[in-house]
């Protein structure tokens, strides 16, 4: 065989050098890429936590925007499952399951619950969020009992105003409701509204948030 015949047999048998050391750094560019729009994302939703301690209303948005909009058909666990819905929904608090996790937390679904709660220090109220790891089995009895994570979202506020939009049941026709009791569907759209006490400098409105995975 001829030294240039054996040349072209070699390259074409397989890379050559060159060739394999530029696609690993294409692969190691892709995956600095990546990587740095997860951490991106991460920061953001650490920033927001941040500022949520700091009182921040447009921070208090962004968690509960995420917490509602991730909202998973799923029911949740009580102590008769054929009661279980997949949404609580009332006028001053809503109780679902969502994949959304807060900074420093493990990824998966939480039993997330959003109310307000009395505060001795300031005689008003607090928003709160409290989560824990959602468990598709009541616990064993006599377990240790998992205490949920609770956040404050916003202190020193007067109420906390929630309404549902969305079709309850297959007959019915979609509308908006001030309590949400259908035990097999997402409501489509949930609207939530903090009110604050006269005087106080912060500004809310409504927040409407998408539900993505309503039926």
């Known amino acids: 065989m001829m030294p240039g015949s054996r040349r072209r047999a070699a390259r074409d048998a397989g890379f050559t050098l060159i060739e394999m050391l530029v696609a690993l ?21 650490d920033q ?53 996790a807060a900074g420093g937390q493990y990824r998966g679904l939480y039993s997330t619950e959003i109310r307000i709660v009395p505060s001795a220090a300031t005689g008003a109220s607090d928003l709160v969020i409290e989560q824990e790891l959602f468990r598709r089995a009541l616990p064993v009895t006599g377990a240790a009992a998992v205490k949920p994570s609770q956040v404050v979202l916003l202190k020193g506020i007067v109420g906390l105003s929630l309404r549902y939009f969305g079709r309850a049941q297959d007959d019915r026709i979609a509308g908006w409701s001030s309590t949400w009791t259908s035990p097999s569907r997402l409501p489509t759209l949930i609207v939530l509204a903090v009110v604050f006490a006269d005087g106080d400098p912060r500004k809310w409105g409504e927040l409407p948030v998408a539900v993505r995975a309503a039926n």
């Open 25 to 45: 750094a294409l692969l190691a560019l892709i995956a600095a890429m990546i990587l740095g729009a997860v951490q991106g994302t991460g920061r953001a939703l």
């Open 48 to 100: 927001a936590t941040r500022q949520v301690h700091e009182g921040s209303t447009g921070a208090a948005q962004l968690v509960l925007r995420q917490i509602l909009a991730q909202g998973q058909p799923i029911k949740l666990t009580t102590e008769r499952q054929e009661d279980a819905r997949m949404l609580e929904g009332q006028t001053d608090r809503v109780r679902l399951i969502t994949s959304y």
